[in-house]
């Protein structure tokens, strides 16, 4: 202690000394709260603040009007950003259905112990390691309906001409391929939580179950799911929330298109704010965007919370 | 070596160095562009700069795709990447109100460089702002416009000839009208060729940036289409969705509908260019620019090939495409950059530029008795700029082309709506942009 002490300055030493734990915790904090305020609050602050008026970040000379709610007024009873709301609704429950329908049947698989079943699990998590603008690429090439596998894939289990159809540009299509590539690439993710979730069920709960003369169908119903249920919620929360804002994968396929039938939320955003420069219009429609986000988490996060209780 | 030695030695070194730097400053100067064929013969043209003037060219040539994104988000935060920038003709307005680019009259007057040295429709569309006023901000740099292509030896065959002839009645050949090159399309459309099935032609039908506008425009300028009735009035309704606009927009959908490939949904130039050289299609609509490497191309270029300019309908119409030379504002070496404008608006320069590729604007290039048959293009080029029409050139351009890249992508590509209600919606979309700009 006293070599310590002879270590320190002592006008420094003794301003230490003079701080009580609650200003040090404050002197550690500080930094971070800082951060958050520069990276998060005041940016929050500043948005909602422009999203009340006409500005345009590329006219900088340009007079700034108030223009009280009218942004908002005109994005929600705009019928093209509600169809914009509505492809986003279709591609968020599709990809979320089908990601934890079959990424739980392969965790399942998986779990169970068999030969080469670590090489499988490499194989099958490949995907979501890719870069998704990657991703997009080569499925625009496996799409492509002269020369892609997937028409032929199709063509060859249903016998209708490769060419005959355009998954990336067709009306009726194309909403479906962003589906199927965004499933493909994260029911491994999925899979994987899952996983976690299946292997932390303790053994002896199936041995009781078993003594019990409890069927594999009711040990499934009854053990399994429940206990894997926080797991496949927290996995839902993680993929509703990226796929709200899901942008690169769908930018590269289909760029919106065809028409508007696969432009996302995100897509038109990114077009309102950083091409059209309508910068106060955008943070309107970001604030809406973010309000309807942070509510259904909240709300799915409270249910989660409850599921974890039982 | 002694301390003393040592400094005399350093001391001389510094001499030399200093005594053979050039007189004037020598600057490293950032041209930014396009990526594209002619920015490659830019690139050679500008080692004659280089040897001249002592300064350095680096070059910044981003795909189209994400040109007018990287480009103008660049302009908007006043960054100094680049000293010099060959912009499309569209963001003259922009550039021009928005004080990213420098007004060039003073030093044009200055340097003796006269605007009436260029070709009038080059000068209207990629210098001046307002339209058509003698206010400067551009140096014509790279006259362009909508054309198009085709496998002429498939065109001088006898049996297509032949089968031409039975299913039309006419004869087979670079067509005189919008409506007999669909025609022409749509005959070609799904035929075996060698062994292979072709189709009718490659068009612009890409949503992102600006390809299925540049496309429409290709079929609504020869039937008349105007953007206002009256120039400078903003008054759309009647012109937007005029009788003929509809017509226009109708064939267009029809064009895409009957005589695409299959899958081209979302295709530009890179796509027309690659439907073009794999033999897939007859004819391909593509931006002048490109056509000097069709030409060289060895397997679909040379006899293989011939060009045509967009065809008339009721009137002469081709969509322009091509640049000007700006300097920009907020470089750092704006007097370098002034000398390479003067340095490439020499006629000289300037007929090096068309002979390594370059599409010039300068009089003395095309009006040369020679130009028309320097290339096979030539004359195709000339005819195509003396009838060109650009899109709306404000400062909100990029509002008012993404609302149309919408409203003709959901019409032609997705099936939604008559060719009217797009127009109709159009009109909707841009008023909003004009009254947000307090222009109506």
């Given at each position: 202690m006293e070599r310590v002490a002879s270590a320190t300055p002592s006008p420094i030493a003794h301003s230490v000394r003079g701080l009580s734990d609650r200003a040090i915790a404050w002197v550690f904090v500080a930094p971070t709260i800082f951060l958050l305020l520069a990276i998060n609050i005041f940016p929050l602050i500043w948005t909602i603040q422009l999203s009340f008026t006409n500005y345009k970040a590329n006219r900088i000379g340009r007079e700034v009007k108030n223009v009280g709610l009218r942004n908002y007024e005109r994005i929600l009873t705009d019928t093209d950003i509600w169809l914009n709301m509505q492809a986003t609704a279709h591609f968020l429950f599709w990809t979320i259905a089908l990601q934890v329908l079959i990424g739980f049947a392969l965790a399942w698989l998986i779990n169970k112990k068999?030969?080469?079943?670590?090489?499988?699990?490499?194989?099958?998590?490949?995907?979501?390691?890719?870069?998704?603008?990657?991703?997009?690429?080569?499925?625009?090439?496996?799409?492509?309906?002269?020369?892609?596998?997937?028409?032929?894939?199709i063509s060859f289990f249903t016998g209708v001409e490769p060419s005959s159809f355009q998954m990336l540009g067709q009306v009726n299509l194309a909403p479906w391929s962003i589906v199927i590539v965004d499933t493909w690439m994260w029911t491994p993710f999925v899979m994987l939580i899952c996983l976690a979730g299946l292997r932390s069920i303790p053994d002896y709960i199936y041995e009781a179950a078993e003594i019990d003369r409890a069927s594999k169908w009711r040990q499934f119903w009854t053990i399994t799911v429940p206990m894997v249920m926080p797991f496949l919620m927290l996995a839902v929360l993680f993929r509703g929330i990226e796929n709200f804002k899901m942008f690169d994968l769908v930018v590269q396929l289909t760029g919106g298109g065809p028409g508007s039938t696969t432009e996302l939320t995100s897509i038109n955003l990114?077009?309102?704010?950083?091409?059209?420069w309508r910068t106060g219009y955008a943070s309107a429609y970001a604030i809406i965007l973010f309000v309807t986000v942070f509510g259904l988490a909240s709300i799915y996060v409270k249910a989660l919370n409850k599921v974890k209780e039982r | 070596m002694s301390k003393y030695k040592k400094v005399l030695a350093a001391l001389a070194m510094g001499g030399f160095f200093t005594a053979s730097a050039p007189a004037a400053q020598a600057d490293d100067l950032t041209l930014c562009w396009a990526a594209w064929d002619p920015a490659n013969a830019l690139v050679e043209l500008s080692k004659e700069f280089e040897s001249q003037s002592g300064h350095k060219m680096n070059f910044e040539f981003v795909p189209w795709p994400n040109f007018a994104d990287r480009m103008l988000n660049e302009l908007n935060s006043g960054g100094k990447l680049c000293d010099l920038l060959i912009g499309d003709s569209?963001?003259?307005?922009?550039?021009?109100?928005?004080?990213?680019?420098?007004?060039?009259?003073?030093?044009?007057?200055?340097?003796?460089?006269?605007?009436?040295?260029?070709?009038?429709?080059?000068?209207?569309?990629?210098?001046?702002?307002?339209?058509?006023?003698?206010?400067?901000?551009?140096?014509?740099?790279?006259?362009?416009?909508?054309?198009?292509?085709?496998?002429?030896?498939?065109f001088q065959r006898d049996d297509i000839k032949a089968a031409y002839k039975a299913a039309t009645g006419q004869e087979l050949g670079e067509p005189k009208t919008q409506k007999e090159m669909l025609q022409i399309a749509q005959f070609f459309q799904g035929r075996e060729i060698d062994g292979k099935t072709?189709?009718?032609?490659?068009?612009?039908?890409?949503?992102?940036?600006?390809?299925?506008?540049?496309?429409?425009?290709?079929?609504?300028?020869?039937?008349?289409?105007?953007?206002?009735?009256?120039?400078?009035?903003?008054?759309?309704?009647?012109?937007?969705?005029?009788?003929?606009?509809?017509?226009?927009?109708?064939?267009?959908?029809?064009?895409?509908?009957?005589?695409?490939?299959?899958?081209?949904?979302?295709?530009?130039?890179?796509?027309?260019?690659?439907?073009?050289?794999?033999?897939?299609?007859?004819?391909?609509?593509?931006?002048?620019?490109?056509?000097?490497?069709?030409?060289?191309?060895?397997?679909?270029?040379?006899?293989?090939?011939?060009?045509?300019?967009?065809?008339?309908?009721?009137?002469?119409?081709?969509?322009?495409?091509?640049?000007?030379?700006?300097?920009?504002?907020?470089?750092?070496?704006k007097d370098a950059a002034l000398e390479y404008i003067k340095w490439f608006s020499q006629p000289s320069v300037q007929a090096k530029w068309w002979e390594l590729g370059g599409y010039s604007a300068h009089n003395s290039v095309l009006n040369d008795p020679g130009f028309v048959k320097s290339q096979p293009f030539a004359g195709d080029f000339l005819e195509a700029m003396g009838a060109v029409q650009d899109f709306w050139q404000e400062p909100a351009y990029a509002e008012l082309l993404l609302a149309m890249q919408k409203r003709v992508h959901d019409f032609v590509v997705a099936d939604k709506g008559t060719a009217k209600e797009a127009l109709d919606l159009l009109i909707e979309d841009w008023t909003e942009v004009f009254e947000d700009e307090g222009k109506l």
């Amino acid at each position: 202690m006293e070599r310590v002490a002879s270590a320190t300055p002592s006008p420094i030493a003794h301003s230490v000394r003079g701080l009580s734990d609650r200003a040090i915790a404050w002197v550690f904090v500080a930094p971070t709260i800082f951060l958050l305020l520069a990276i998060n609050i005041f940016p929050l602050i500043w948005t909602i603040q422009l999203s009340f008026t006409n500005y345009k970040a590329n006219r900088i000379g340009r007079e700034v009007k108030n223009v009280g709610l009218r942004n908002y007024e005109r994005i929600l009873t705009d019928t093209d950003i509600w169809l914009n709301m509505q492809a986003t609704a279709h591609f968020l429950f599709w990809t979320i259905a089908l990601q934890v329908l079959i990424g739980f049947a392969l965790a399942w698989l998986i779990n169970k112990k068999f030969k080469g079943n670590d090489l499988w699990t490499t194989i099958i998590v490949l995907p979501m390691m890719l870069s998704p603008a990657v991703v997009g690429n080569f499925w625009k090439f496996l799409y492509q309906p002269q020369i892609g596998l997937f028409n032929y894939i199709i063509s060859f289990f249903t016998g209708v001409e490769p060419s005959s159809f355009q998954m990336l540009g067709q009306v009726n299509l194309a909403p479906w391929s962003i589906v199927i590539v965004d499933t493909w690439m994260w029911t491994p993710f999925v899979m994987l939580i899952c996983l976690a979730g299946l292997r932390s069920i303790p053994d002896y709960i199936y041995e009781a179950a078993e003594i019990d003369r409890a069927s594999k169908w009711r040990q499934f119903w009854t053990i399994t799911v429940p206990m894997v249920m926080p797991f496949l919620m927290l996995a839902v929360l993680f993929r509703g929330i990226e796929n709200f804002k899901m942008f690169d994968l769908v930018v590269q396929l289909t760029g919106g298109g065809p028409g508007s039938t696969t432009e996302l939320t995100s897509i038109n955003l990114k077009r309102e704010a950083f091409e059209k420069w309508r910068t106060g219009y955008a943070s309107a429609y970001a604030i809406i965007l973010f309000v309807t986000v942070f509510g259904l988490a909240s709300i799915y996060v409270k249910a989660l919370n409850k599921v974890k209780e039982r | 070596m002694s301390k003393y030695k040592k400094v005399l030695a350093a001391l001389a070194m510094g001499g030399f160095f200093t005594a053979s730097a050039p007189a004037a400053q020598a600057d490293d100067l950032t041209l930014c562009w396009a990526a594209w064929d002619p920015a490659n013969a830019l690139v050679e043209l500008s080692k004659e700069f280089e040897s001249q003037s002592g300064h350095k060219m680096n070059f910044e040539f981003v795909p189209w795709p994400n040109f007018a994104d990287r480009m103008l988000n660049e302009l908007n935060s006043g960054g100094k990447l680049c000293d010099l920038l060959i912009g499309d003709s569209q963001w003259i307005g922009g550039g021009a109100e928005n004080g990213h680019y420098v007004k060039l009259n003073d030093f044009f007057d200055k340097e003796g460089i006269s605007m009436n040295d260029f070709a009038p429709a080059t000068v209207y569309a990629y210098s001046t702002w307002p339209k058509g006023t003698p206010n400067y901000y551009a140096l014509p740099a790279m006259g362009d416009a909508n054309g198009w292509f085709y496998r002429k030896d498939w065109f001088q065959r006898d049996d297509i000839k032949a089968a031409y002839k039975a299913a039309t009645g006419q004869e087979l050949g670079e067509p005189k009208t919008q409506k007999e090159m669909l025609q022409i399309a749509q005959f070609f459309q799904g035929r075996e060729i060698d062994g292979k099935t072709v189709y009718g032609a490659a068009i612009f039908t890409e949503r992102g940036s600006e390809g299925i506008t540049m496309g429409v425009t290709s079929a609504l300028y020869p039937w008349g289409f105007k953007y206002e009735n009256t120039p400078g009035k903003y008054d759309m309704q009647g012109a937007v969705n005029s009788p003929e606009a509809v017509e226009a927009l109708d064939f267009y959908k029809q064009f895409y509908k009957t005589a695409t490939p299959p899958g081209y949904t979302n295709s530009y130039m890179g796509e027309s260019l690659d439907a073009f050289k794999s033999g897939q299609v007859a004819m391909a609509m593509n931006w002048f620019a490109f056509f000097p490497g069709l030409y060289a191309d060895p397997n679909t270029g040379g006899d293989k090939i011939d060009f045509f300019v967009n065809p008339p309908q009721n009137q002469a119409g081709s969509t322009l495409g091509g640049q000007g030379i700006s300097v920009v504002s907020y470089s750092e070496k704006k007097d370098a950059a002034l000398e390479y404008i003067k340095w490439f608006s020499q006629p000289s320069v300037q007929a090096k530029w068309w002979e390594l590729g370059g599409y010039s604007a300068h009089n003395s290039v095309l009006n040369d008795p020679g130009f028309v048959k320097s290339q096979p293009f030539a004359g195709d080029f000339l005819e195509a700029m003396g009838a060109v029409q650009d899109f709306w050139q404000e400062p909100a351009y990029a509002e008012l082309l993404l609302a149309m890249q919408k409203r003709v992508h959901d019409f032609v590509v997705a099936d939604k709506g008559t060719a009217k209600e797009a127009l109709d919606l159009l009109i909707e979309d841009w008023t909003e942009v004009f009254e947000d700009e307090g222009k109506l």
